[in-house]
T-cell receptor, first 111, second 114 residues
Framework: SQQGEEDPQALSIQEGENATMNCSYK?????LQWYRQNSGRGLVHLIL?????REKHSGRLRVTLDTSKKSSSLLITASRAADTASYFC???????????FGTGTRLLVSP | DADVTQTPRNRITKTGKRIMLECSQT?????MYWYRQDPGLGLRLIYY???????NKGEISDGYSVSRQAQAKFSLSLESAIPNQTALYFC?????????????FGPGTRLTVL
């Protein structure tokens, strides 16, 4: 079963705009990770946030985590066409790096 | 060169055939994983291995088996392939030493079972 549900399923924006994706999960977690997948290719790790953290930044990425609501959001600022991809959240509940992935958000950034 | 490689990249096979997907890594990681991805779904864990002597079933292990031949190699077998095993298969590795919890993915194998 999927741990994470992502919202929206698809998002279409113009270059320069910000993109926000949300992830909700069901059980308590050790950490939550975000990955990017370009069409049909392997996933690439973007950022990890631990359960005792509330916000984390990496370049144009900002991740928040609200453990009371069991939710996380990924913000991509000043998006570029190259950001076009699917984005997945993944949760590690046991601390053994056994990840459970969400269903993903497909982001399309138009020039 | 890629740190995590998978062979073959594409495979078409027939129902009932045995097939093996191979994964090799040069990252020196102890932990290796096999996932499958179906359209519109995220990745689901098939099997995982924390070292050469440790093999564990994941969420959807029925119909699959694995072999960890060495630290660097982890293969996935479909003993008797069926059409609903048509999917994109990914191998991944992670450090497991506490220095980082992220996983590193191979490029995937697209498997079609006719």
């Amino acid at each position: 079963s999927q741990q994470g549900e992502e919202d929206p399923q698809a998002l279409s924006i113009q270059e320069g705009e910000n993109a926000t994706m949300n992830c909700s999960y069901k059980t308590s977690i050790n950490n939550l990770q975000w990955y990017r997948q370009n069409s049909g290719r392997g996933l690439v790790h973007l950022i990890l946030i631990r359960s005792n953290e509330r916000e984390k930044h990496s370049g144009r990425l900002r991740v928040t985590l609200d453990t009371s609501k069991k939710s996380s959001s990924l913000l991509i600022t000043a998006s570029r066409a190259a950001d076009t991809a699917s984005y997945f959240c993944a949760t590690d509940s046991g601390g053994f790096q056994k990840l459970v992935f969400g269903t993903g958000t497909r982001l399309l950034v138009s020039p | 060169d890629a740190d995590v490689t998978q062979t073959p990249r594409n495979r078409i096979t027939k129902t009932g055939k045995r097939i093996m997907l191979e994964c090799s890594q040069t990252k020196g990681h102890d932990r290796m994983y096999w996932y499958r991805q179906d359209p519109g779904l995220g990745l689901r864990l098939i099997y995982y291995s924390f070292d050469v002597k440790d093999i564990n079933k994941g969420e959807i292990s029925d119909g699959y088996s694995v072999s960890r031949q060495a630290q660097a190699k982890f293969s996935l077998s479909l003993e008797s392939a069926i059409p609903n095993q048509t999917a994109l298969y990914f191998c991944a590795t992670s450090d497991g030493t506490g220095s980082g919890d992220e996983q590193f993915f191979g490029p995937g194998t697209r498997l079609t079972v006719l």
